[in-house]
């Protein structure tokens, strides 16, 4: 398969705010897997924070986009799923040639589950968890913490968080997106709880990055509606040090 290798524009954020409002489509990327995220972020975060021939674990793989960057960046990369569909959809976008050698594994198993990767083996974890049950990625996978609720998505995240600071090397750095969501009209606040989880687990927040939302979905449909609050147009991405 021919891809074009690299996107059109590029340039290496420097400041705690990002917005990408073209979604970005080269190489395999596409925007069709529900809630998966822009290519600029893995790419802006596996070239800030790591080398080439690194090792880089995304434990929520989904369509494979930090996997399809690593590739095109010379990195190697683990990629794990809950869910064989997300697996055998990113071994589909990942089956390109490209001049950089890179080692690059997909496996079925669960975030906070990773027995077969050893201790501080990692460089870099470039994730983008689930905001609890706001998109169901399976129908009734057991394990998938995509169906669970606010409070029992925040109790699994602290295994998740547990397994992370494990597999990652000393000053290896764990980056992952994650929103707010609201429930009858109230915010809660799961960007910043999720983050909370993982210092607990041992980690030192470096930085705070309020990402801006452009084409969700949903926004059409509360454009339409008359509401009594602000929509959330933001997303975090935390980036914390072992």
């Given amino acids: 398969m021919v891809i074009r290798e690299t ?27 529900r809630g998966n995220w822009s290519p600029y972020i893995p ?21 494979g986009t930090t996997l399809i960057e690593a590739k095109l960046l010379g990195r190697n990369a683990i990629g794990v799923d809950i ?14 040639t490209y001049q950089e050698k890179s080692k690059i594994f997909t496996k079925q198993g669960n975030a906070n589950n990773l ?32 169906h669970l609720k606010y409070e029992d998505f925040l109790q699994e995240l602290e ?10 090397k000393k000053q290896g750095i764990c980056a992952f997106m994650i929103g707010d969501i609201r429930k009858k009209g109230y915010v809660l606040p799961l960007g910043m709880n999720s983050m909370q989880k993982f210092v607990d687990a041992g980690f030192k927040l470096k930085e705070i990055i309020i990402k801006e939302q452009h084409n969700c979905k949903a926004t059409e449909y509360w454009n339409n509606i008359e ?13 914390l040090e072992k």
């Avoid at 869910?83 to 390109?96: R, Y």
């Avoid at 295994?159 to 990652?168: D, G, M, P, T």
Wanted: aromatic share 14%; with cysteine; glycine share 4%.
């Fill in 7 to 33: 996107p059109e524009r590029f340039k290496l954020e420097d400041t705690t705010i990002w917005s990408f409002p073209e979604r970005g489509n080269w190489a395999t990327h596409s925007g069709k897997y």
């Fill in 43 to 63: 790419r802006n975060i596996i070239l800030r924070y790591s080398k080439k021939k690194d090792w880089i674990l995304d434990q929520f793989l989904g369509s």
């Fill in 83 to 96: 869910n064989s569909e997300a697996v055998k959809l990113s071994n589909t976008n990942l089956n390109f």
């Fill in 115 to 146: 027995s077969f990767i050893k201790d501080e083996s990692i460089d870099l974890i470039c994730t983008h968890p689930p905001y609890a049950d706001i998109i169901r990625y399976s129908k009734e996978i057991p394990g998938d913490i995509s």
């Fill in 159 to 168: 295994q998740i968080a547990k397994e992370s600071y494990r597999v990652l």
């Fill in 227 to 239: 509401k009594t609050f602000l929509m959330l147009a933001h997303e975090y991405i935390f980036v």
